[in-house]
């Protein structure tokens, strides 16, 4: 009889609830040391690298196969090609709490594992090196720095001149110093040279002292040192949340403890950097999708070996390690893009909230506009609530007025009013902010003779059109939701005849019609088609300058951006916004209104706020015009309370696409059945068309579960999915469940 041996479970990524054992390769004695470490395994045809989650002592080898579930399946056990870390990658707190979002989340454990993990590191790559990178003049770039003809390659010869300078030094004094870099490199210029990492500390700066409020939240937080507490930092805009934010860390600094800083876009990752670089006497890493796989495994490492100390990253960035832990701190905590949409549906704030729970250590979630969860989380006392009423220095609240546009001539949107007022602000020396939350030159192209309007193929249904969004002045056509694009047609398909007109108003049309209209000043358009390339936004803003002038964007710049010589935010085409069927949507808009308008008059220059809508009286303006976010907030959660939604009840989505609508709804059906047979306190409604029924040519359809009761609502999943995964419906659509769901599109 074969002596028993170790039998490894390995989490996978692949969209299977389940683990698959394997033998430990030839000459390695298997133990639970090995639970975290990285191995690479045949799988099928091809090998897959997955992670050691369990170790079975005392399985008989031939009693266990590949995939097998459990050690009764007789089929030979595979052996493992090959183990690829010497210690464990992901242990301890970080391995534990990726267990528990994998049971929130519903979700397979080997794909939670694998979005923990940077790019590199998932295909198998050795733990990255950590040193600094640095740049240097070679021999000949010190002879040739003279001859260079002007431009970004020799401002930044003269910067290296004076010796050596690391990328983040770089990133501070130069913008987009990388092209320059890459042209000496090219012509043996300049080289790259590894630095160690403590070389690239900079010299704190101290900076302002703190108000009375301010000082009341810092000491809040210290005085939970070593320990969890969740504090809601709830600061109108510009009433310094950031300075509670850098006390905090410098005493998180000071007692050898690491800190994470997590903001909702890439945006404004540059910016705050440059805000902490310039504060805390220790380097400052980042980590967002903008960076290369190579940067942001070198960041992964440095988090995980300790090194890296403090580190400001968007929503990935909470996967991070951290082994020495001592602050988190969540920025916008109520920004939509904390949620991940697709994948693995999770929320980086409230996993964050895990996580500080587990690390124990306080967690600082800031934001002007707080959500509604987090707002009655403060009110049951499960979270500090720490306030900051008032604008830190001179600063004022700007002036906010409803314009109303009934019966009034516009031009690309914009009123007779609004354009004075925009004429006035420039004529005063100040800047503009135009802000338009659609992108894009217009909505939908139309022709005026026959009322044909331009549909992605793609996406619309015989009943339900999807309208494709004209670009580039009138000559493109996208669809924002599948992104399929064509030329714009010269005459109208169906009735041949040449009045096509670009109806309502974007970004690039909006652009056009104050180009034309103020044209001694520069115009800026922010918006997703002109911020494609790394830390493009920052350098628009920092070319923008402080002289007279306008921004013409989305949301992109409702968010932390700090314009001193702002004076006037003109706010368009609100009214969209107003009637929505999601019942998130008054909170959404109010939350985006409020950040918009704060963006005004931050220094001391007064700022206005005009409100454009066709519907000045509607409650949800008049209620913020009043009362402010705070009475906003509270009217709507006893709305919520009242209907039964969220923060007052728990929600999951099951989503279902098939090229066919029967095809997706028989498997929402039979999932259905498979809940109901699970019982418990469950509400389920559907299957029932997406609010999008098609997209990408994939019919849509949705089943919402509700619970009063967290638990039952994980219970009744928790039985049914095991079913829902072995029904033959299942191999026949593309299927998702999303915990807490925060768009029901």
């Known amino acids: 009889m074969q002596s028993p ?6 989490a996978l990524p692949v969209p299977l609830a389940r683990l698959f054992d394997y033998r430990p390769p030839a000459g390695h004695a298997a133990s639970v040391a090995d639970i975290g470490r990285r191995v690479r395994v045949p799988f099928g045809s091809r090998e897959l690298v997955g992670l050691v989650v369990e170790v079975l002592v005392g399985v008989l080898a031939e009693g266990v196969g590949d995939g097998a579930a459990d050690s009764d399946a007789p089929a030979t056990l595979k052996p493992a090609s090959a183990l690829l870390d010497p210690t464990p990658l992901l242990h301890g707190e970080l391995l534990d709490s990726l267990r528990w979002l994998a049971r929130y989340s519903h979700a397979p454990l080997g794909e939670v594992l694998a979005t923990a993990l940077p790019t590199l590191l998932r295909h198998g790559e050795p733990l990255a090196d950590t ?47 990388r092209g320059g870099a890459r042209a000496l490199a090219k012509r043996g210029l300049a080289e790259r040279v590894a630095v160690p990492a403590s070389r690239v ?23 939970a040192r070593g320990r969890f507490a969740a504090f809601l930092l709830d600061g109108v805009t510009g009433s310094g949340k950031t300075e509670v934010y850098l006390h905090a860390i410098a005493d998180c600094l000071a007692r050898g403890k690491q800190a994470l800083v997590l903001v909702p876009e890439i945006g404004l990752t540059p910016q705050t950097l440059a805000r902490f670089r310039a504060r805390l006497g220790v380097p400052v890493h980042a980590l967002h999708s903008g960076l290369g796989d190579g940067e942001r495994a070198r960041t992964w490492a440095a988090c995980a070996r300790g090194e890296a100390r403090v580190v400001v990253g968007t929503r990935s960035a909470v996967f991070l390690p951290l082994p020495d832990a001592g602050l988190i701190v969540i920025d916008e905590e109520h920004d939509g893009s904390f949620k991940q949409l697709d994948g693995l549906r999770y929320h980086a704030r409230d996993f964050a909230l895990v996580r500080a729970k587990a690390l124990r250590v306080p967690i600082i979630l800031g934001s002007a506009t707080p959500s509604l969860e987090s707002l009655k989380n403060a009110q049951a006392e499960r979270y500090g609530h720490l306030r ?45 902010l135009v802000f338009k939350n659609r992108r894009g030159y217009a909505p939908v192209l139309l022709c005026h003779d026959c009322g044909w309007s331009a549909q992605c193929n793609r996406c619309s249904t015989p009943t339900q059109g999807t309208p494709m969004t004209v670009h580039a002045g009138g000559r493109r056509l996208q669809c924002h939701h599948c992104g399929a694009r064509r030329p714009a047609p010269n005459a109208c398909p169906d009735c041949g005849g040449l009045a096509l ?12 019609a104050l180009n034309a209209r103020f044209p001694e000043v520069p115009v800026l358009r922010i918006d997703r088609g002109t911020t494609q390339r790394r830390d493009a936004l920052e350098g628009m803003l920092a070319t923008f300058g402080r002289d007279p002038g306008i921004l013409v964007g989305t949301q992109m710049l409702a ?11 003109a706010v368009v085409g609100i009214d969209e916004g107003l009637f929505s069927a999601d019942f998130r949507a008054p909170e959404k808009l109010a939350q985006l209104l409020v950040q918009v308008a704060g963006r005004a008059g931050r220094a001391d220059k ?84 997406a ?55």
Do not use: C
């Open 606 to 689: 007064p700022g206005q706020v005009l409100l454009q809508t066709h519907h000045p009286q509607h409650p949800l303006l008049m209620t913020l015009l009043a009362g402010g976010y705070g009475a906003f907030a509270q009217a709507e959660l006893v709305q919520r309370e009242e209907a039964g939604f969220p923060p007052f009840a728990h929600l999951a989505l099951m989503r279902a696409e098939a090229k066919h609508a029967d095809v997706a709804n028989a498997f929402l059906q039979a999932a259905r059945a498979a809940l109901q047979a699970a019982g418990g306190e469950l509400e389920l409604n559907g299957p029932l068309p």
């Open 131 to 177: 040193h600094a990178w640095a740049w240097q003049l070679s021999e000949a770039g010190r002879t040739a720095r003279e001859r260079l003809r002007p431009g970004k390659p020799r401002r930044l010869a003269e910067l290296l001149h004076a010796g050596p300078r690391d990328e983040p030094a770089l990133d501070d004094a130069l913008d987009d110093w």
């Open 559 to 569: 968010k932390g951006h700090d314009l001193p010589n702002l004076t006037l935010v």
């Open 501 to 512: 007109q670009s109806q309502g108003a974007g970004t690039e049309r909006i652009e056009e």
């Open 388 to 432: 900051l009423r008032a604008r830190a220095g001179v600063a004022v609240p700007p002036t906010v007025r409803v314009v109303d546009v009934r019966k009034r001539p516009l031009e690309a949107g914009l009123s007779p009013e609004l354009l004075a007022a925009i004429g006035a602000a420039l004529d005063a020396g100040g800047q503009v």
């Open 201 to 223: 500390a900079p010299s704190p700066q101290p900076g302002p002292p703190p108000n009375d409020e301010q000082r009341a939240a810092i000491d809040a937080v210290l005085a």
């Open 5 to 10: 041996q170790p039998v490894w479970r390995v």
């Open 691 to 745: 609010p999008m029924p098609r997209r990408a040519g994939y019919q849509r359809l949705q089943l919402l579960l509700s619970s009063p009761d967290r638990r039952a609502l994980h219970a009744a999943l928790d039985a049914a999915l095991p079913v829902i995964y072995a029904l033959p419906e299942a191999r026949k659509v593309r299927w998702s469940l999303d915990v807490d769901p925060t768009d029901l599109y």
